[in-house]
Antibody, heavy 119, light 105 residues
Framework: EVQLVESGGDLVQPGGSLRLSCAASGFTFSSYEMTWVRQAPGKGLEWVSYISSSSGDIIYYAESVKGRFTISRDNAKNSLYLQMNSLRAEDTAIYFC???????????WGQGTLVTVSS | ELVLTQSPGTLSLSPGERATLSCRASQSVSSAYLTWYQQKPGQAPRLLIFGASSRATGIPDRFSGSGSGTDFTLTISRLEPEDFAVYYCQQNGRTFGQGTKVEIK
């Protein structure tokens, strides 16, 4: 059974940092592209970042997080990460990791982890 | 920058009725990368339709997708109680529409 489990969400002050993790199981993690999507309280979905399969050498970021967030993966640990620096109040959201299947469809999602940026 | 506009914002219908949700792109997009998701409160999104018209695994055939170019439609032929949720379209794995809430009338 495919499972994605996010962790690392917390309350952090503006300007602070946080590292999110997504533990994958039930599939060959290295073979899949992965994505982070977030959802601010009561709002819609916002794509955050993408990383290619295998070596993860192709990476994309939403403009809203470029230069502050870093996506990475560790295939040996079946894990996806999102390093978030210089956090702002507007980064407050539930962060979901999702598996990219063929043609940009996200066929499995984690349950999400809540990041709250507030003083 | 691509913008996906979903309409209506909220759809109030009764179980058994037909729901028609629209997703309009600000420029012509590839149908191959047009996806629909369903999200219920407190849950992660769920893949419904990919490639504009193909149902994901386990999705009932009352859900159908259509469209091309700039105009795409998600249709739920007969609403079941579990279908009341928010629906999002997405293009190219990045841009999401703002969502359409299907609520019980």
């Amino acid at each position: 059974e495919v499972q994605l489990v996010e962790s690392g969400g917390d309350l952090v002050q503006p300007g602070g940092s946080l590292r999110l993790s997504c533990a994958a199981s039930g599939f060959t993690f290295s073979s899949y592209e992965m994505t982070w999507v977030r959802q601010a309280p009561g709002k819609g979905l916002e794509w955050v970042s993408y990383i290619s399969s295998s070596s993860g050498d192709i990476i994309y970021y939403a403009e809203s997080v470029k230069g502050r967030f870093t996506i990475s993966r560790d295939n040996a640990k079946n894990s996806l990460y999102l390093q978030m620096n210089s956090l702002r109040a507007e980064d407050t959201a539930i962060y979901f990791c999702a598996r990219n299947s063929h043609n940009w469809k996200f066929d499995y999602w984690g349950q999400g982890t809540l990041v709250t940026v507030s003083s | 920058e691509l913008v996906l506009t979903q309409s209506p914002g909220t759809l109030s219908l009764s179980p058994g009725e037909r729901a028609t949700l629209s997703c309009r792109a600000s420029q012509s997009v590839s149908s191959a990368y047009l996806t629909w998701y369903q999200q219920k409160p407190g849950q992660a999104p769920r893949l419904l339709i990919f490639g504009a018209s193909s149902r994901a695994t386990g999705i009932p055939d009352r859900f159908s997708g259509s469209g091309s170019g700039t105009d795409f439609t998600l249709t739920i032929s007969r609403l079941e109680p579990e279908d009341f949720a928010v629906y999002y379209c997405q293009q190219n794995g990045r841009t999401f529409g703002q969502g359409t809430k299907v609520e019980i009338k």
